[in-house]
């Protein structure tokens, strides 16, 4: 990984990816500045094991994700507030981070394949996802131990969901 790296910043004149972007690893990462022109659509958007990543506002410029999103194991990341997004085509993941809320989520109408937010400790509420509307295939939601299961039966009940849901605390 690299520990030097603090923001994104030299990027700036960023404005598409293809595949994907994958923000892995990077230890001394606190912000994502320096990708704010980011408007790409069609790509897989990992932020994964960026041990001090605190914000992720500079993706407020995608709106659509063409691939899966999936941040994991970024024990600061307290929000994902300032995200855009209003449809993900295959995988919504959050799992392992210091989320409190879905705060940054309240644009997303749509997850073409499966929802899964799992091994959040810090995930006290649903707050954020009051605009999904359908989730294709499965849902787990599930190790987040601040979470009701009323919370998240409260969150799922107006969401076409078309495969299994799988809920616990």
Do not use: C, W
């Amino acid at each position: 990984g690299h520990s030097q790296l603090q923001d994104l910043k030299g990027l700036e004149n960023l404005t598409r990816i293809e595949r994907s972007l994958d923000i892995r690893g990077n230890f001394g990462l606190r912000r994502l500045d320096g990708l704010d022109a980011l408007e790409t659509e069609n790509l897989d958007l990992r932020i994964e094991y960026n041990e001090d990543l605190e914000n992720v506002e500079a993706l407020g410029g995608i709106t659509e994700v063409g691939g899966s999103l999936i941040v994991l194991g970024n024990p600061q990341l307290l929000s994902l507030e300032g995200m855009q997004i209003q449809s993900i085509q295959s995988n919504l993941s959050l799992r392992n981070t210091g989320l409190v809320d879905l705060s940054g989520l309240e644009e997303l109408k749509k997850i073409g394949k499966d929802l899964q937010i799992t091994g959040n400790a810090q995930l006290q509420d649903m707050s954020g996802l009051e605009e999904l509307q359908q989730v294709k295939r499965n849902v787990q939601i599930f190790d987040n131990p601040l979470l009701s299961t009323e919370e998240i039966q409260s969150m799922l009940e107006d969401v076409a969901v078309g495969g299994s849901v799988e809920i616990a605390p």
